[in-house]
């Protein structure tokens, strides 16, 4: 029962780097979401998926852009990484929008950008 | 648009000791509110939730929450502390079709 996995676990880049960090569930739900947590800052949405083909903008998308690969994968992408995105980047899904139903976590990416 | 206030970053307790985190919510219609436990080094995971059935809410690990609609708040309680709730706690609120979450409030807890 994996749930949801995220990869890379731990990412260092320099400033101006690209990479992709990849989010799969297996629970066939609809909705996915990328989050970032800053310490004393919360979560904060950057973009989620109510369904597959769908993406919208959440709290934070500057920076960032997101594909809904299939229902299963949601991937997040950093163009040209900035000191600023140094965070925890975490994934969940949800069986519809999270409105009422419940949000399932990663164990998180860690990203750290020098 | 909804919010919800966090009051403490950190709250410390005894082991035994009554354990309360407070959240207050700001939104323009019935919300539907959340609490969710994350341990170090992993991700969150829901302990309860408030969807206007019953005002009282019974979660996970032997903590509820109250609705309390003329207060604007959904406070965290749990009778006797356990060494093993020592971790972060971040009150939610529905947002469209997505959860705003709080700052969240460290729970320490001491022998």
């Known amino acids: 029962n994996a749930g949801v996995t995220q990869t890379p676990k731990f990412q260092v880049l320099k400033t101006g780097q690209s990479m992709t960090l990849q989010c799969a569930q297996d629970m066939n739900h609809n909705s996915m979401y990328w989050y970032r947590q800053d310490p004393g800052m919360g979560l904060r949405l950057i973009y989620y998926?109510?369904?597959?083909?769908?993406?919208d903008k959440g709290e934070v998308p500057n920076g960032y852009n997101v594909s809904r690969l299939n229902k299963r994968e949601f991937s997040l992408r950093l163009e040209s990484a900035a000191p600023s995105q140094t965070s925890v980047y975490f994934c969940?899904?949800?069986?519809?929008?999270?409105?009422?139903?419940?949000?399932?976590f990663g164990e998180g990416s860690r990203l750290t950008v020098l | 648009a909804q919010s919800v206030t966090q009051l403490g970053s950190h709250v410390s307790v005894s082991e035994g000791a009554l354990v309360l985190l407070r959240c207050n919510y700001s939104?323009?219609?019935?919300?539907?509110l959340f609490w969710y436990v994350q341990y170090p080094n992993q991700g969150l995971q829901l302990l309860l939730k408030y969807t206007s059935a019953a005002t009282l809410v019974k979660g996970i690990n032997g903590f509820e929450a109250e609705f309390k609609k003329s207060e604007t708040s959904f406070h965290l309680t749990k009778p006797s502390a356990h060494m093993s709730d020592a971790a972060e706690y971040f009150c939610?609120?529905?947002?469209?079709?997505?959860?705003?979450f709080g700052k969240g409030t460290m729970l320490l807890v001491s022998p």
């Open positions: 998926s109510a369904s597959e083909g769908t993406t």
């Open positions: 969940a899904s949800s069986v519809q929008d999270s409105n009422t139903g419940e949000l399932f």
């Open positions: 939104s323009s219609v019935p919300p539907y």
């Open positions: 939610a609120v529905s947002s469209y079709s997505t959860l705003t």
